[in-house]
């Protein structure tokens, strides 16, 4: 049994270490551990002490030695370098009193390969006064400490990757809500987006069972918490407004098996600014069943989403007055030609003297005059009415909705605010606007309301014109 053990065997003689042990002691040695570091050449002294009697196959095949000679005479190749801590703590336990002893440590085979071992080893019984007959018992764990080295690399490695990334990560339990929605699939509900429709609280329940597992330091930076406790007890702040709503299209594709889904959505920082994300969900491989380990991406699009905004806002608006341009006024007399409603008046506005203002004090004083001009038709004009600049000094309002009445009280209330700009800028060349109005008559088109208007606000410059004694058709 000895011989064709599966693990290394060595019986060997402590006895002369026990002799030892107790000169120690006579010298007044109590502290073993501290004494052996603080006299490392004693260790040695302790090792040529123990006698090597008998070791098994395994052991020869394990250490690439010829037989018990050749291990024996080569000990020192075997018992090296990093083992001298392990060595220490062995002879202490010794030393304690303990008739048996442990530990993890390194060997060596004779051609030089590195042994990761497990020893154990025991004074047999009826041996316990002079320590002749211990058995120790050698596994090697080379290939086992090499997996879990490599195991424990690639868990950093992967932590760090999680932990490190650029984006924001959300690793979240949805088993619960994987539970209810198979609930309501037993229930025989088929069309789950009318379910939600008649039953908004079970989107509300949902979004109270995602159970968060860990984040990232990312996410942390974008939704500005100190600490990952910090904002885990806070999501109620993240995840609000019209989050219900994106979140109500997730559980439909939950419900459909998409159990990998990208979308924009908006979330809160903690300090309460909007943060725009594009999110990528994904239940990891291996919990498809429970959905129990997913993983959430999100990245800070806000900065694109802002810049979109712009150009949206560049593409629909004036840039030197602010109020909406040539193109927006152009889709909205289409639409409301399409959708009214109905009466639908039309107010065109020209500047008075832009031309001899630019001939006198420059394009840029014509070009304050036109944000002026800008500043007035955006006070008197709201929602659902808009005032759109259609050309140099030209401007046009619409107005959905408003008869010929609250058309003449537009026009009152431009001349008023039109005089009162002047008031307030007295030293700036004097604001003149000519106005003229249309309103819509039973099915009347758009663009003859718009001509009417027009035709109204010329007849009205040529009156400005002729009373100050100028003809505008011969003006420079």
């Avoid at 159970?211 to 996410?219: A, E, G, P, S």
């Avoid at 088109?445 to 004694?469: F, I, P």
């Amino acid at each position: 049994m000895f011989e064709l053990a599966p693990v290394s065997l060595w019986l060997e003689d402590y006895s002369a270490l026990k002799a030892l042990f107790e000169r120690l002691r006579e010298q007044g040695v109590t502290d073993l551990h501290s004494y052996l570091h603080e006299h490392p050449g004693r260790v040695e002294e302790c090792s040529r002490c123990i006698k090597v009697l008998r070791v098994n196959r395994r052991t020869l095949d394990l250490f690439e030695a010829r037989d018990l000679e050749d291990l024996v005479g080569n000990l020192d190749k075997v018992l090296r370098d990093d083992m001298l801590d392990q060595h220490i703590s062995e002879l202490c336990q010794l030393w304690d009193g303990q008739t048996h002893f442990t530990s993890q440590t390194v060997n060596y085979s004779l051609s030089g390969k590195r042994l990761s071992i497990s020893l154990k080893a025991s004074i047999l019984p009826g041996h316990e006064d002079n320590w002749d007959r211990v058995l120790l018992a050698i596994e090697d764990m080379t290939d086992r400490t090499r997996a879990e080295t490599a195991l424990r690399a690639s868990e950093r490695y992967a932590k760090g990757l999680f932990e490190h990334s650029p984006v924001s990560l959300w690793v979240e339990d949805f088993s619960v809500i994987r539970d209810l929605l198979s609930e309501v699939r037993a229930q025989g509900v088929e069309d789950f987006r009318v379910f939600l429709d008649v039953h908004p609280d079970f989107i509300v329940r949902c979004m109270q069972e995602i159970r968060v597992l860990d984040v990232n330091q990312q996410t942390l930076n974008m939704f500005r918490a100190k600490d990952k406790p910090t904002l885990l007890s806070n999501l109620e702040h993240v995840f609000r407004g019209d989050m219900r709503q994106h979140f109500a299209e997730q559980l439909i594709d939950l419900w459909q098996d998409k159990l990998f889904q990208q979308r924009e959505v908006l979330n809160y920082a903690l300090d309460g600014e909007p943060v725009n994300v594009y999110m990528q969900f994904s239940v990891l491989p291996g919990h498809e069943d429970r959905w129990d380990r997913v993983l959430i991406s999100l990245t800070d699009i806000t900065a694109r989403k802002k810049a979109e905004a712009y150009l949206e806002y560049l593409g629909r608006h004036d840039a030197l007055t602010g109020l909406r341009n040539r193109s927006f006024f152009g889709d909205e007399v289409n639409r409301l030609e399409r959708r009214g409603p109905w009466p639908v008046s039309v107010l065109v506005v020209d500047v008075n003297d832009l031309k001899s203002i630019n001939d006198d004090v420059g394009h840029a004083g014509g070009d304050a005059l036109l944000r002026r001009v800008g500043e007035v038709l955006r006070k008197a004009v709201e929602l659902p009415a808009t005032a759109s600049r259609i050309g140099g000094d030209e401007f046009a309002i619409l107005l959905p909705g408003v008869d010929e009445r609250g058309c003449e009280a537009l026009v009152e209330q431009l001349l008023e605010l039109q005089a009162l700009n002047n008031q307030f800028n007295a030293g700036s060349t004097p604001m003149s606007l000519s106005i003229g109005r249309a309103t819509s008559q039973g099915q009347e088109r758009l663009e003859a309301v718009l001509h009417r208007a027009d035709e109204q606000m010329y007849d009205t410059k040529r009156a400005y014109y002729a009373k100050q004694g100028r003809d505008r058709r011969t003006l420079p």
